[in-house]
């Protein structure tokens, strides 16, 4: 898989303590997010991706919650859907933002690679733009197995090496895809789907995503910006 030249797996990479050090740091300038639209529509999914039987009854993950802001908008779109709303993050910072945004969700402070809960605790688990900078992203994958009841989702945002704007960049400049983050990694549409698939989930949907603009949608949907999967424990 197609990693940053600052740090390739099995290369030293950073620990816990940098990372948790450099996402505070980069929280601390300005939380790291997406648009509300976005988180909108991910709650939206979220609940229509629910066994309709565990409705009013079902548990929410989400792995890497940054400011809170899906976790807000499930409450705001889906106020019935789940019974209770739960984040980790790495960052002190932006789980102080969190319990602002989400007051009533349970929050920790904990790794991804290290889930804080027991097997099969949650029907729908998501992790937006995050499985990307875990220091071991397998492990985090097959934690996000584990973790999600038979018969839940999970919902994973992953960056495309393959992004027309990439690609363009590579002609402009000579370089590739970079987020500037401590740890970055991109990868292909199936490159990505592999990962998850020998980690325990099994994918079955893949939705391109491209921040909303329309005209993206000439484009072959492999050059998306970003794909969702959605996925379930196998």
């Not at 933002?97 to 027991?118: D, K, N, W």
């Not at 099994?202 to 996925?231: D, S």
Request: glycine share 10%; hydrophobic share 40%.
């Amino acid at each position: 898989m197609p990693m940053s030249p600052s740090w390739r797996e099995g290369a030293g990479g950073p620990g816990a303590r940098e990372v948790r050090a450099a996402y505070n740091a980069k929280h601390s300038a300005s939380i790291l997010r997406d648009g509300d639209r976005f988180y909108r529509a991910m709650a939206r999914r979220l609940t229509r991706g629910l066994d309709p039987a565990r409705l009013g009854k079902a548990r929410l993950l989400d792995v890497g919650c940054g400011g809170g802001y899906l976790l807000r908008e499930v409450r705001s779109v889906a106020p019935g859907a789940f019974t209770s709303l739960h984040g980790i993050e790495i960052s002190d910072v932006a789980l102080r933002e969190a319990r602002a945004q989400a007051p009533f969700a349970s929050l920790a402070l904990a790794q991804g690679e290290r889930l804080p809960c027991g097997d099969g605790a949650y029907d729908a688990i998501a992790c937006l733009g995050n499985l990307e900078h875990f220091m071991d992203p397998r492990r985090g994958a097959r934690e996000m197995a584990r973790a999600c009841r038979k018969g839940g989702t999970v919902w994973i945002l992953l960056p495309n090496s393959f992004y027309s704007g990439h690609i363009w960049r590579v002609i402009r400049t000579g370089y590739g895809p970079n987020h500037h983050q401590i740890i970055d990694r991109f990868a292909s549409i199936n490159e990505w789907r592999d990962l998850l698939e020998s980690s325990g989930l099994t994918v079955e949907q893949t939705i391109p995503y491209n921040r909303f603009k329309w005209w993206k949608r000439l484009l072959p949907r492999n050059l998306a910006y970003h794909f969702l999967y959605k996925a379930r424990p196998s």
